[in-house]
């Protein structure tokens, strides 16, 4: 049997890649392989190990929030700043649209950014349909070129709103101690692996050579990820925003 460093998986990674060892060998006859009871063992980890998966889900919606906050921030902030840098511009025709901005701007406050997550989702909400409904204000943004940060504006907040309401439906994710999950789990996994070789040299009338091949080839496709990975790694890429080792 090829083994695989466990350490070296992440998170988001490890409980697929148990699941996976579980199917694949739930396929085949263990307890006439005499492989029973370390598969049960295995396989009753799985919940634990679901936790794992939860929690990690969370962390990754509340990353993603971050990060469409922070565009957000930087939206209401250029539209901000391109209506004061317009102002000082000694173009007549401009006069009369940054006018309609700035009272726009007053109207709904100019410090959107500085609010919770809530309240500056309503606010910027608030903030652009007041842009979409209003004619002169519509007009004000294309004649300073603006549309594209509206529109760009509006995208952002929609994807924020949705993804917030997604992480608050959902059950909070009681924390859980990955390390000592995952170190029994490892101490299982090894000890699968050792009954699959143990047996098959005991026992040689009895095939293992299929579920041998398929677990070696999920095993390999996972070490030559993980290869791949640590080869970007020193070369200085930043691998944290890759997305996490599957196999279909």
């Known amino acids: 049997m090829d083994r695989l460093q466990y350490k070296e998986l992440w998170n988001s990674e490890y409980p697929l890649f148990v699941e996976q060892v579980v199917e694949i060998s739930g396929k085949y006859n263990l307890e006439s392989l005499h492989l029973s009871k370390p598969y049960e063992r295995v396989k009753v980890l799985l919940p634990g190990l679901g936790s794992i998966k939860a929690q990690e889900l969370s962390n990754f919606k509340s990353n993603q929030l971050k ?48 609010d919770s997550y809530i309240s500056k989702t309503k606010r910027t909400r608030d903030f652009l349909n007041d842009w979409n409904t209003k004619a002169d204000v519509k007009a004000a943004v294309i004649a300073l070129s603006m549309t594209i940060l ?96 599957n196999r279909a």
């Open 67 to 114: 990060i469409l906050d922070n565009e957000r921030n930087v939206l209401l902030d250029s539209i901000r700043k391109g209506v004061k840098n317009f102002g000082k511009m000694s173009i007549p025709l401009l006069g009369p649209h940054v006018a309609v901005m700035n009272r726009f701007l007053n109207v709904h406050g100019r410090d959107i950014g500085d």
């Open 150 to 245: 509206f529109d760009q504006l509006l995208l952002v907040n929609t994807q924020f709103a949705d993804l917030y309401l997604q992480r608050t439906g959902e059950k909070a994710t009681e924390k859980v101690n990955t390390m000592e999950l995952r170190s029994t789990s490892d101490k299982m996994l090894m000890g699968f692996m050792n009954a699959i070789e143990y047996c098959s040299s005991e026992y040689e009338d009895l095939d293992y050579q299929g579920l041998a091949n398929e677990l070696n080839e999920l095993i390999a496709h996972y070490k030559s990820a993980l290869k791949a990975r640590a080869t970007r790694r020193n070369s200085g890429k930043d691998i944290s925003t890759e997305a996490p080792i």
